[in-house]
Each structure stands twice: as structure tokens, then as C-alpha cells.
């Protein structure tokens, strides 16, 4: 179980990761932050991404915030960082 810290910025043309920014993954969302739908954009990409299914992506902090905390059930944190490892810093 490993938890990643995102920022997400809604309302983007496509959705992306962008990058680090403070120690923070910047994911892009094509989708508004209204009524969860950013949420939800968040942790679908995020899980199409790692190649893992949607239920082992978990929002477990910043529900209301830009700043939100994922956590990811069954991958450990070395397999975490290898699929993310052509995401420069």
C-alpha cells in the first residue's frame, strides 16, 4: 500500500500528468471541479496510468482541495516509482 501526493489542476485541455511540482505529481484533469468529477477523473486516470484497477485507487485526502492524497492498494512503493520514473523531475 503507497500513498501519492497529487495537485490537480482542473478545466486542462487533455488529461496529463505534468510533472513535479513540491514534492507533488501536477495531474492535468479535462474535467471540472464540480460535484466530484474531478475526483473521479483523478483516480480513473491515475489507475489506467499504473495499469492497476479503479477499486485499488482510494482518495484519502484532500477531497475538497487541490491538493489531494491517493492511496495505491497492492503496489509497493519501488513498483509505484518505476512506472513513474519516465516522468522527469
Do not use: C, W
Not at 34 to 44: F, L, M, S
Amino acid at each position: 500500500m503507497t500513498r501519492l501526493r497529487v495537485r490537480v489542476i482542473p478545466n486542462a485541455k487533455k488529461t496529463e500528468f505534468a510533472g513535479y511540482r513540491e514534492n507533488e505529481l501536477v495531474l492535468r484533469l479535462n474535467a471540472p471541479a464540480v460535484e466530484g468529477k474531478a475526483n473521479k477523473a483523478a483516480v480513473e486516470f491515475v489507475s489506467r496510468y499504473l495499469g492497476i484497477a479503479r477499486s485499488a485507487v482510494l482518495l484519502v485526502g484532500g477531497e475538497r482541495s487541490r491538493h489531494k492524497i491517493l492511496q495505491i492498494v497492492g503496489l509497493e512503493r519501488d513498483d509505484l516509482e518505476r512506472k513513474l520514473a519516465d516522468l522527469n523531475r
